[in-house]
C-alpha cells in the first residue's frame, strides 16, 4: 500500500530515541522528510535525523523548534506529539509541583505542538497530528498522574479532531502498550528480572510477547497518510491485547 507520503514533511517532539524516533525513521523510509526534537544533542545527533533542540515544557521554545523545523523543510504536514514521561509516583508519593510537570510534558506540550503548526498545516492545505498517548490512559496503570494525564492526551486529540476539522486538519491518538526495545525500560526488566519479564509475556499478551517498536511505528504511519484520511478524532491502541499496563498488580 502506497501511503503517499513521498514529499510530506514531519516535525516529531520526543524524536531522538525510542518509539519517536522510530516513527521518525519509518516516515522517513515512506519518503517523508522528517525533523526530530529533543533536549539531549547528542542523542540527536545520535539518531541520525534532522534535529531541533529544545525543551518541550517551554511554550516558547517549542514554538521555535515547530517554525524552525518547518522553515527548514520548506513547510510542515505531519506533527507526532511523542515526548513524554512523569515525575513522581502514585498519588501518595508525589507532590502538586510533580503533577504539574507531568501535565507539561505531556498534555500542555502536545497542545501547545498542535497549535504552533496549525498555520504551517493550513498552508500546506492540511495537515496531520497525532499524539502518542498510552494505554494506561484507558486502562488503569500505576502513577495516577501519568495515567491522568495520558488519558487527557486522548480527549485532546478527540477533542482537536472536532475542532481543527473543518481546517483539514485530522488529530488522532495512538495508545501503545508494553513496548520492547533495547535500552528501553523493558529490556531492562527483560535482562534483570527475566523470571518476572517471562511471566509478564507470558500472562498479560495472548501471543506471549510485548509490541515491539516497528508495530507501532507502522500504525503511526498509516494514521498520518491521507490513507487514513476517513480516521479523525480516534484513539488507536497498539497493545496486542495486553491485560493491564504494569507488570505488577498495583491493584487488588
Not at 527548514?72 to 498519588?91: F, I, K, Q, S
Request: aromatic residues 6%; glycine residues 14%; charged residues 20%.
Amino acid at each position: 500500500m502506497d501511503l503517499g507520503l513521498t514529499g510530506k514533511t514531519a516535525f516529531i517532539t520526543g524524536g531522538s530515541s525510542g518509539i519517536g524516533l522510530a516513527i521518525g525513521r519509518a516516515l522517513q523510509a515512506e519518503g517523508a522528510a522528517v525533523t526530530v526534537c529533543g533536549r539531549d544533542p547528542e542523542r540527536l545527533k545520535e539518531s541520525g535525523l534532522p534535529g531541533v533542540q529544545a525543551d518541550v515544557t517551554d511554550p516558547d521554545a517549542l514554538a521555535r523548534a515547530v517554525d524552525e523545523a518547518a522553515e527548514r523543510m520548506g513547510g510542515l504536514d505531519l506533527l507526532v506529539a511523542n515526548a513524554g514521561g512523569v515525575h513522581g509516583g502514585g498519588l501518595l508519593d508525589s507532590t502538586p509541583e510533580d503533577w504539574l510537570r507531568t501535565y507539561e510534558l505531556n498534555v500542555l506540550h502536545a497542545a501547545h505542538a498542535i497549535r504552533t503548526a496549525v498555520p504551517h498545516f493550513e498552508r500546506r492545505g492540511g495537515g496531520s497530528a497525532l499524539v502518542v498517548a498510552s494505554i494506561t490512559g484507558w486502562k488503569p496503570g500505576p502513577r495516577s498522574s501519568y495515567a491522568s494525564a495520558k488519558a487527557a492526551e486522548i480527549h485532546l486529540a478527540a477533542t482537536l479532531g472536532q475542532e481543527l476539522g473543518p481546517r483539514n486538519i485530522r488529530v488522532n491518538a495512538l495508545s501503545p502498550g508494553s513496548v520492547m526495545f533495547e535500552g528501553g525500560g523493558w529490556a531492562w526488566f527483560r535482562d534483570n528480572r527475566p523470571e518476572q519479564y517471562e511471566a509478564f509475556a507470558r500472562d498479560d499478551f495472548p501471543w506471549g510477547r510485548l509490541v515491539e517498536l516497528d508495530e507501532v511505528a507502522d500504525v503511526a504511519c498509516f494514521l498520518l497518510s491521507a490513507r487514513a484520511g476517513g480516521i479523525n478524532g480516534a484513539n488507536i491502541c497498539v497493545d496486542g491485547a495486553q491485560d493491564h499496563p504494569s507488570a505488577g498488580r498495583f491493584f487488588p
